[in-house]
């Protein structure tokens, strides 16, 4: 299918931006996509045009604010987030913790909605962000339980980057650890994604039974144990029920 080259490097510019480059300068953009520096003006002054992109006082470049208006709109778009959203609060006032609504984008948990915790001394995660599935209790759980063939296509040229000492490393031991997901119901990080932090997920089903999304509860290390987690696993579990029976999932 062919392409438009231009529309293809403007869409290339707005992927440059994420959490380590918030802002740019046309020289860093032109390097990074081996474009003329006349060619990369052009496309950032149509995006500033349209404000997907605005320009500072010193030169440099950020996302503009369109793009939070078309975010906003896909987010409203997610009736699950507006069923899940009581229940995740109730238990983050009982946990102290916070909670997450994940869904899967390709081979990357996306957080959709979050509720921070009292307790919360976690502040990484944010709605919007990807999280991979090898090394992330959500995307455990997201992994394990879609489709088979779908399942194999996305590991197919899956990469298993390291993010901690603890983080699953291969294939046979990511697929050994979707099996034991599959027979409990529930995933966890033990520090694979994160030094110090560790989650537990659960599944939430739709009316048709299919996976619609995972929750979690993200924990330190240091402050909460292994009981207690185990004691905010099996509250998790019960507020997935309750979210999945929302969506209209009978069991």
Known sequence: MPIIQSLDRALNILDLFDENHRELKITEISARLGLHKSTVHS?????????????????????????????QLLLQGFDIREIANGPLRELSAETGQSVHLVIRDGAQGVYIDKVEGTRAAIRYSRI???VPLHSSAVGKILAAFMPEAELERVLEDYEYSKHTPHTIGSGPAFREELRIVRETGVAYDREE??????????????????LAAAISISTMAATVGDEELASFARRLSATAERISSGLGYRG
Not at 61 to 71: A, D, F, I
Not at 193 to 210: K, S, T
Request: charged residues 30%; proline residues 4%.
């Open 193 to 210: 994604n994160e030094p110090g932090v560790r989650c537990a997920a659960a599944p939430v089903y739709d009316h048709a039974g299919h």
């Open 43 to 71: 496309l950032l002054k149509t995006l500033q045009l349209h404000r997907y992109i605005e320009q500072d006082e010193h030169g440099q470049y950020r996302l503009g604010m369109r793009l939070l208006e078309k975010g």
């Open 128 to 130: 919007g962000r990807r």
